[in-house]
């Protein structure tokens, strides 16, 4: 029985190590599909997301589900903590406990004890180990427990650093594009004010951006369930929103260089494929059509009103077409595990800016 709770014990701590290294260290996509990682999150993720559905979108939902974000890092974080306690621990009680205490008797609980004072550098001295097997096993294990302390010390910087980039962004879309953000009105406000020329510059950026969101999310998966500040707001949104733009910008606007659009769709579309990977979702087209043929004919009417007309015709249609169900299906699956609501091609009437609001008015 103690032979195998060695092997056990050697099985959990390598297993967690090399899992806190791919989640933090590794800075790449990792394919494997039993990790202590998924196995934590994808349950708690699961059953918390089960409950939410039946709220109705808006405010209140969005402001509790902003709180899984970072208690599911804690969580991950405590039971990696957690995991390598018990696994050191174990591999204790699996050389017969051989420990020096209060009431000198081999028991788990004290294996346990001495494990956690280890881990977390107390050193309170009240057990020690009395075999030179468990002393390396106690030194090993404070060696872990302070590099442990190190990582996750270096771990949330990184991932916060990375959050905040992304949202100043977001931030930045809501003048150009509106609250929840829409590829109409954006396109709209640009050639309202004369702005146009502004449109490559705009869609560099947001290349530059759907790019750096990749590579984050991809290291940190984590980071796709931190949500925005606003509940109109998230980062799906707007990647949506700059998809659905570009479309429109490679079919044909009036005065709109093409290439840099179909630059800016290319890395997004690429980000979008990626992370539903990542996460595990299979493309599924929406259930209904986020642009059906009375709302594109709005879409023409809005932008031909602003000088900025949209190429019409069967072969524009069927290029705009074909170019939504290379993204649309992605899109809508992460929507539907993340409950972020996508973006409407066109904005409600009447609707304020969020910077345009505040609590008092």
């Not at 933090?24 to 997301?49: F, K, Y």
């Not at 589900?65 to 591999?91: D, E, H, Q, R």
């Not at 700059?242 to 910008?249: G, K, S, T, W």
């Not at 539907?336 to 009447?350: E, I, T």
């Amino acid at each position: 029985m103690r032979a195998l709770a060695l092997v056990v014990a050697a099985a959990v701590i390598v297993g967690i190590l090399w899992d806190a290294f791919e989640t933090i260290v590794l800075p790449r996509r990792v394919s494997r599909r039993l990790r202590l990682a998924r196995l934590t999150l994808v349950p708690t993720w699961g059953l918390i997301s089960s409950v939410f559905r039946r709220w109705p979108p808006g405010g209140r939902r969005e402001n509790l589900l902003g709180y899984y974000g970072p208690l599911a890092v804690i969580l991950l974080l405590a039971s990696w903590a957690a995991g390598l306690i018990l696994g050191f621990a174990l591999l204790l009680w699996g050389l017969g406990s051989p420990l020096a205490g209060p009431d000198g008797r081999p028991v788990l609980g004290t294996d346990i004890y001495l494990s956690g004072t280890t881990f977390f550098t107390l050193g309170l001295g009240d057990v020690t180990p009395r075999s030179w097997g468990a002393r390396a096993i106690t030194v090993a294990e404070a060696g872990i427990g302070f590099s442990f302390l190190a990582l996750v010390i270096s771990y949330l910087p990184v991932l916060y650093q990375s959050f905040s980039r992304r949202e100043v962004r977001i931030a930045l879309l809501d003048a150009w594009a509106g609250s929840p953000p829409t590829a109409v009105e954006l396109v709209r406000r640009l050639a309202a004010y004369d702005h146009t020329e502004a449109f490559g510059p705009f869609l560099d950026q947001w290349e530059s951006w759907a790019a750096e969101l990749l590579e984050t999310h991809i290291s940190y998966p984590i980071l796709c369930f931190f949500r925005s500040q606003h509940d109109n707001q998230s980062w799906l949104a707007a990647l949506t929103t700059v998809l659905d733009a570009c479309a429109l910008a490679m079919v044909g606007l009036h005065g709109v260089p093409s290439r840099g659009a179909a630059l800016a769709f290319a890395m997004a579309r690429h980000a979008v494929v990626d992370l539903s990977q990542v996460l595990n979702r299979a493309p599924r087209p929406p259930q209904g059509d986020r642009l059906p043929a009375s709302d594109l004919a709005r879409v023409r009417a809005v932008l031909a009103e602003a000088g900025i007309g949209l190429r019409h015709g069967r072969e524009a249609d069927a290029q705009l077409a074909e170019l939504r169900r290379m993204y649309e299906p992605y899109v809508n699956s992460l929507s539907g595990l993340l409950l972020m609501p996508l973006p409407a091609w066109l904005p409600a009437p009447g609707v304020k800016d969020n910077w345009q609001k505040s609590a008092w008015k």
